[in-house]
């Protein structure tokens, strides 16, 4: 029986779905959902089909903290899982799209694969549900992989969206059809006549056998396929050099031997506000209450997670309460979301980069308030994690324990303090913080001081 090798692209920087995905922080790493990001879900999805060690997660490497933050807090999966999961992180030394960063990971997988084996490339930002479904559709497309095929999964369209790609199909194949027609990105006009003719939308979901995808590799991508025939270091090495395309536009539209499986499950690539709330309209017990009160409003939705959301006489209308940032926008232009961070990045408003949460090796930060001689901050230290030995020259700091425990260790003298409980540090002073429980430990900090940048920390080791 062939392996089977799951590839999870999780390095994207979409800017959709801001305020909440930020650069730094794109969707898949959002807790749109009660208990887990799309990335999580997505890694919790192949774990129900693939052994942890056939895994292998390619993202940017500014993303590496956040992903591994993102492992830790998996729940139901082991240590070792989670251990073998971290060491299958591939990141790119640079952004270069899909196909790039598929070969890339299949470079990887060889390094513990010998010959050939089916592989699947999985995005990491899309919502799919149920897993039981999506495990079938999987192991639909086994057959035609095993025939030299290179299979998409296809989705039933619920209307004409232009940033989708579209499947016409041919002759019947086992459990799937053969492409007849693929097209990326067509016109709104062109995308409803591919419908009226039964097209699929493209969930840019892919399976495939290693030797089938290099072998039309070979013939449409001659330079990528010779780059991709040297070691695994020197691919790595040169892979500033390759060229930046997609799958679909680089080969699935190029090939004869692209073929379509019909996927079962419910999929969104949540791409946009108005798709997000159209798609969870079936799944609301998925998402956190929101709190909001509409009066004389028709046909508006809203997401916050913390504060009231209120509206008068608005129609058609989408409030999204981000930490740092609030978006209201009309659903018929939910598209233009992206511009609308575009205008944000060009007038250099950092709220299109980060959010007021950052993530660490050790656990995250979120500012909670910032004025020009204060700041205040939640701090989460991660179970067994801790913060580095440092020292500030220009601030002062106030810790106080809100959850968990702490050792803290100040000069050369070492301190317990569990919740309800502070301590102080003075500026100059070295200090150091441990999470020895197994349980989260959450410090409210508050920043005393004529300089309060995060460039004001002298390190003894390593974050």
Not at 249 to 275: C, E, N, P
Request: aromatic share 14%.
């Amino acid at each position: 029986m062939s392996k089977n090798i799951s590839l999870i692209l999780a390095g994207g920087k979409g800017t959709r779905l801001w305020p909440l995905s930020r650069e730094d922080y794109p969707k898949q790493f959002v807790s749109f959902l009660k208990d887990y990001s799309l990335f999580q879900l997505t890694l919790k999805r192949n774990l129900k089909f693939f052994s942890p060690k056939d895994i292998y997660i390619i993202s940017n490497k500014e993303y590496k903290f956040t992903l591994f933050n993102q492992i830790d807090a998996l729940l139901g999966v082991s240590r070792k899982d989670k251990n073998i999961l971290k060491d299958n992180l591939i990141l790119e030394p640079i952004s270069k799209n899909t196909l790039p960063a598929i070969l890339l990971g299949l470079k990887a997988a060889e390094r513990n694969n010998k010959g050939d084996f089916s592989c699947f490339v999985f995005p990491s930002d899309h919502f799919i549900f149920p897993d039981d479904k999506y495990i079938v559709s999987i192991k639909k497309s086994l057959n035609i992989i095993d025939q030299g095929y290179l299979v998409t999964f296809g989705i039933s369209p619920l209307s004409a969206k232009p940033g989708y790609g579209y499947i016409l199909i041919d002759k019947k194949l086992d459990k799937g059809y053969k492409i007849k027609t693929f097209v990326e990105k067509p016109s709104s006009n062109k995308a409803q006549k591919l419908i009226n003719q039964g097209a699929f939308w493209n969930s840019r979901i892919f399976g495939f056998k290693k030797q089938s995808f290099l072998e039309e590799l070979e013939k449409y991508k001659p330079q990528m396929h010779s780059a991709y025939n040297h070691s695994y270091e020197s691919f790595f090495k040169n892979f500033k050099s390759i060229e930046a395309i997609s799958i679909d536009y680089g080969l699935i539209q190029k090939t004869k031997q692209a073929a379509v499986v019909k996927f079962t499950a419910d999929w969104s690539d949540l791409g946009s506000w108005d798709s997000f709330f159209s798609f969870f309209n079936k799944y609301k017990k998925l998402l956190p209450k929101s709190r909001s009160l509409f009066l004389d409003c028709k046909d508006c939705v809203s997401l916050s997670k913390n504060k009231l959301v209120t509206a008068v006489g608005l129609e058609d209308a989408i409030i999204i309460d981000g930490e740092d940032s609030i978006l209201v926008i009309n659903k018929a232009s939910s598209e233009k979301v992206s511009s609308l961070v575009n205008i944000i990045k060009k007038n250099k408003l950092n709220e299109f980069k980060e959010s007021s949460t950052v993530y660490r090796p050790w656990g995250y930060y979120k500012v909670l308030r910032a004025i020009s001689n204060y700041k205040v901050k939640e701090i989460g230290v991660y179970s067994g994690k801790f913060i580095s030995l440092q020292r500030h020259k220009f601030r002062s700091e106030h810790w106080n324990i809100v959850e968990g425990k702490a050792e803290i260790t100040i000069g050369t003298k070492k301190y317990q303090r569990k919740c309800n409980q502070s301590i102080y540090v003075s500026k100059g002073r070295k200090h150091k913080v441990y999470n020895p429980s197994s349980k989260i430990l959450k410090i409210i900090e508050v920043q005393i001081g004529s300089y309060l940048e995060e460039d004001d920390i002298e390190r003894f080791d390593t974050y």
